[in-house]
């Protein structure tokens, strides 16, 4: 079985690598460096209409036919999920209760702390972005609640065992600090996100790639102008030509 995955080490790919590690599946890795745009090439475009890693690949699908890729970090972990029968179990009640904090993460948690993250890393350039601040931060607060309400009588999101449900939250909240949140304020959460973060399996998957990051340390000004007019203020895109 060979799995390729289009990855770059931030927290929507860091699922993916963690649910991997936790399932023992083995798996490759594509470097798709999101700062230079590779997501953008044809290639990519053509498997990934949203142009956005992560994409996996699966060589070799249940059905025996030919390869197959996933876009959505979300769809990516029920397709390894369901593939492997880990980490999502499949009684009725129970599967839907992982299913429903999945798609919270990716409906609520993922978009509302990107914004946070992004309109923060705005405001440094000296526009007001107070109104923004203030909407994201407030949201990221309410969330870091949501998560704390929900295990303040549970092991983990979707009840006593840990799952993709766990995973999928987990890498956004790394950041918890640079998101200027409080542990403190979060007991419950706090108790989760320290037992996850201890599990082998996270750490290797936390640890993938981040020799890429290191290496774009040093970019000159030109290649960092051309990467912020590629990746702000994108528009749609036209459809190809035949």
Same mark, same amino acid.
């Given at each position: 079985?060979?799995? @390729? ?33 590779? #997501? ?13 890693? *992560? ?13 197959? %890729?996933?876009?959505? %970090? ?23 209760? +992982?299913? #429903? ?9 993922? &978009? ?17 972005? %107070?109104?923004?601040?203030? @909407? ?13 309400? @929900? ?17 999928? %939250? ?16 979060? &007991? ?7 037992? +996850?973060?201890?599990? *082998? ?22 290649? $960092?102008?051309?990467? $912020?007019?590629?990746?702000?203020? #994108?528009?749609?895109? &036209?459809?190809?030509?035949?």
């Amino acid at each position: 079985m060979t799995l @390729r995955l289009h990855y770059w080490p931030t927290p929507n790919g860091k699922k993916v690598t963690i649910f991997l590690e936790e399932a023992g599946l083995p798996y490759v890795i594509v470097p798709c460096n999101i700062g230079r745009g590779d #997501q953008f090439e044809p290639a990519f475009a053509s498997l990934n209409p949203n142009t956005r890693m *992560p994409l996996l690949i699966d060589e070799a699908p249940s059905d025996g036919g030919p390869a197959i %890729s996933i876009f959505e %970090s979300g769809a990516i972990l029920f397709y390894l999920a369901e593939k492997s029968g880990q980490l999502w179990p499949q009684d009725v009640r129970q599967k839907y209760e +992982v299913t #429903q904090w999945v798609i919270w993460q990716m409906a609520n948690q993922g &978009p509302k702390l990107g914004e946070f993250g992004h309109f923060k890393r705005a405001s440094a350039t000296g526009a007001d972005q %107070s109104y923004a601040l203030r @909407r994201f931060s407030d949201e990221t607060n309410r969330l870091y609640g949501v998560l704390n309400n @929900r295990l303040y009588k549970r092991r983990y999101l979707a009840g006593d065992n840990y799952s993709i449900a766990d995973i999928a %939250s987990y890498p956004w909240t790394v950041n918890w600090k640079g998101q200027d949140q409080d542990l403190e304020e979060f &007991p419950y959460f706090k108790r989760w996100f320290e037992e +996850v973060s201890e599990r *082998p399996a996270v750490k290797r998957g936390l640890a993938v790639g981040q020799e890429y990051v290191a290496n774009e340390t040093n970019l000159t000004k030109e290649e $960092t102008e051309r990467r $912020t007019k590629l990746l702000y203020n #994108q528009r749609a895109r &036209p459809v190809p030509q035949q």
